[in-house]
């Protein structure tokens, strides 16, 4: 087991709003700023760091202690951490786990992620709830807020912002067995681990490709089916890949999109997006299944989604998921095409796995088609 930190040593967080907290540093030595959010999941942060749906952003962990597990190998959903920065309340370097490769300073460090704790992480996060998602820096180097609003300024606006071809696969890699009886091709646009190995859970051999390929290229895979992936950033900022799902749709094969991929299925039906006002970030959130009448306990990742008055008012597609928190759009299938979509996160890593069945949902609608 890691020895405790030693040294403490303090960090500072300035918000856009000029709201200034001192709190003490863990992690990486540096200054580094994005876009503040916050994720009410009681467990899974290692997943939750390297969830690609995070670049950009400085995340606040609400639950009150993180790193008691220590972090391991396996428990990632990308090749790095993607978090800018990380808040949180209670924060350690000793782990419990036996199965435990690292400490979760030395991981922040070994990533290059600046770190604050000591915060109170539950004002703050009601804070972000009233006033909305806006820039923020942390830093352990820099203590004058004049000169923490020089770094701040340096932070990107998220509205607007294209990200996923920046995280995006630079070359097609498969996954499965390519005998497996069903081919799916996968535009990457932040692709998460699991919902891979969830399709090959069920049989499937997998491409995945770069966010900016075309349909041509997808084609000489000779899939059976196309999912569109999570991913950060603007959706209204990715004509490229709006093009591509409208290219996909015309071919009627079946169709399946999860976070991103669903904003950008809206968005291919003419349905415009819009950055909410604070997101939605969690492994609690309800939402109700209006086909089959019955609620299910989602995760959640998302800054953006898909504006309900042109979804009801569509005559290309119709809703079928509702938030039951805040009534939002979290599913939508195309009217005469085997095309569907969710805003959340089935493969759920972390999380419950109340909504796994939609990928059931996706593997039945291809050997229906096939």
């Not at 009601?126 to 909305?132: A, D, L, N, T």
């Not at 004509?239 to 094969?253: E, Q």
């Not at 904003?263 to 299944?289: C, S, W, Y």
């Not at 086909?291 to 042109?310: L, M, R, Y």
């Amino acid at each position: 087991m890691p020895a405790a930190q030693s040294i403490i040593n303090p960090a500072w967080l300035l918000l856009e709003d000029g709201t200034l907290l001192k709190g003490k540093a863990f992690g990486a030595k540096g200054t580094s700023g994005g876009e503040i959010c916050f994720n009410t999941g009681m467990t899974g942060y290692q997943e939750v760091f390297t969830d690609p749906s995070y670049t950009g952003q400085v995340l606040i962990m609400n639950n009150d202690y993180v790193g008691n597990y220590g972090v391991k190998n396996e428990d990632v959903e990308s090749d790095s951490v993607k978090i800018k920065a990380l808040i949180c309340k209670n924060i350690t370097n000793r782990y419990s786990r036996m199965l435990a490769n690292d400490g979760l300073e030395d991981y922040l460090v070994k990533n290059h992620i600046v770190a604050i704790y000591d915060v109170d992480t539950r004002a703050l996060v009601q804070h972000i709830r009233s006033k909305g998602a806006m820039n923020c820096v942390i830093s352990t180097e820099i203590s004058d807020e004049a000169g923490l609003r020089v770094e701040l300024a340096k932070v990107p606006d998220m509205a607007g912002l294209e990200l996923s071809s920046q995280v995006s696969t630079k070359e097609p890699y498969t996954v499965g067995s390519p005998n497996a009886p069903i081919r799916i091709a996968v535009m990457d646009y932040g692709v998460k681990k699991n919902i891979l190995q969830c399709m090959v859970e069920r049989n499937a051999f997998v491409k995945v490709f770069p966010a900016k390929t075309e349909l041509s290229t997808l084609q000489e895979f000779k899939p059976n089916g196309y999912f569109i992936s999570n991913g950060p950033g603007d959706p209204g900022s990715m004509d490229y890949a709006v093009k591509t799902v409208r290219d996909i749709l015309n071919t009627d094969m079946p169709f399946f999109g999860i976070c991103l991929g669903h904003q950008l299925l809206a968005r291919a039906n003419d349905i415009p997006t819009f950055k909410m006002h604070h997101g939605h970030r969690g492994l609690n959130h309800p939402v109700k299944n209006l086909q089959t009448g019955k609620s299910e306990i989602t995760t959640q990742n998302h800054g953006f989604g898909v504006d309900p008055e042109a979804v009801k008012n569509s005559d290309k597609v119709e809703i079928t998921h509702l938030n039951l928190n805040d009534g939002s759009i979290e599913g939508i299938r195309v009217k005469g095409k085997p095309a569907f979509s969710v805003q959340y996160h089935p493969e759920a890593t972390p999380g419950p796995h109340d909504s796994r069945y939609l990928f059931d949902d996706f593997i039945k609608m291809i050997e229906e088609s096939m």
